[in-house]
């Protein structure tokens, strides 16, 4: 993951990335030549997408609960423990479980903006964007507004009047910061699974076609780069014969 940094006009200058620990800011190219610097995504080698799909698989597996990891339970009248049946429930996922499970990624075919590359050639690091955790979504910018709306209201003392406004002011910083960056909010119809569910055990949501996956468009995207270099080449090799054949 990046977090992006845009200017006053809302343009994509900078990504902080962690680089060895620590979080960097670092300008974006869009331009050649700058190989090294963090640009839009074009291609990923194999290597980082054998990566990626490695990393979405221990990321997910962690939120599987399996029967070989639910504790025995004791017997009513015996001093020893039994396991629990095939047939009996698992217990109940962790928070962090939930959040696992319902994790996504955009779908780089819809929101090719989120996704960047930083390294020299053939050893990028994939580059997700997504807001500061310091940026407030829609449903924290709507409490704030309702936690105002009830402070100013019910401000009586020149106390709680200062308190009002120094809220607003604060209310009206931090809807401004959200209204530059809710582009990176990204909408839960624009999003896809890291990898496949079926792969991971995880049960398959039932809206959703299988087979849409964020790794597997990441391949996808380097066969249509494939592709259009070789009919780049085809057609130039097409027009050097034509002019060889015409000037014979």
């Not at 406004?165 to 209310?171: G, I, K, N, T, Y």
């Not at 959200?178 to 990176?184: D, E």
């Not at 839960?188 to 995880?202: F, I, K, Q």
Request: with cysteine; glycine share 4%.
């Amino acid at each position: 993951m990046a977090f992006p940094v845009l200017s006053p006009d809302g343009k994509l200058t900078h990504v902080d990335r962690l680089v060895n620990g620590q979080y960097v800011r670092e300008p974006v190219h869009a331009g050649r030549g700058k190989s090294w610097k963090v640009r839009p995504l074009k291609r990923l080698p194999a290597g980082a997408i054998q990566q990626f799909k490695n990393t979405a698989r221990d990321f997910y597996q962690k939120a599987l609960v399996r029967r070989d990891s639910v504790e025995p339970q004791p017997v009513v009248g015996r001093d020893s423990v039994e396991p629990q049946p095939v047939n009996a429930p698992l217990p109940a996922l962790s928070y962090e479980q939930e959040l696992r499970l319902g994790f996504r990624l955009p779908d780089p075919d819809l929101r090719p903006d989120a996704y960047f590359m930083a390294g020299r050639t053939f050893g990028e690091q994939l580059l997700i964007l997504c807001p500061n955790p310091a940026i407030k979504d829609a449903e924290e910018i709507a409490q704030l507004e309702k936690d105002l709306k009830w402070a100013e209201d019910k401000a009586r003392t020149s106390e709680d009047k200062d308190h009002a406004r120094q809220l607003r002011a604060q209310f009206v910083e931090d809807l401004a910061a959200h209204n530059l960056y809710k582009r990176y909010f990204y909408a839960e119809n624009e999003c896809l699974p890291l990898t496949s569910d079926t792969v991971l055990g995880l049960p398959v949501p039932a809206d959703k076609p299988t087979g849409q996956i964020v790794a597997d468009k990441l391949k996808s995207r380097n066969v249509a780069l494939l592709a259009a270099t070789c009919a780049a080449i085809l057609l130039l090799l097409i027009a050097t014969t034509l002019i060889l054949v015409h000037y014979r």
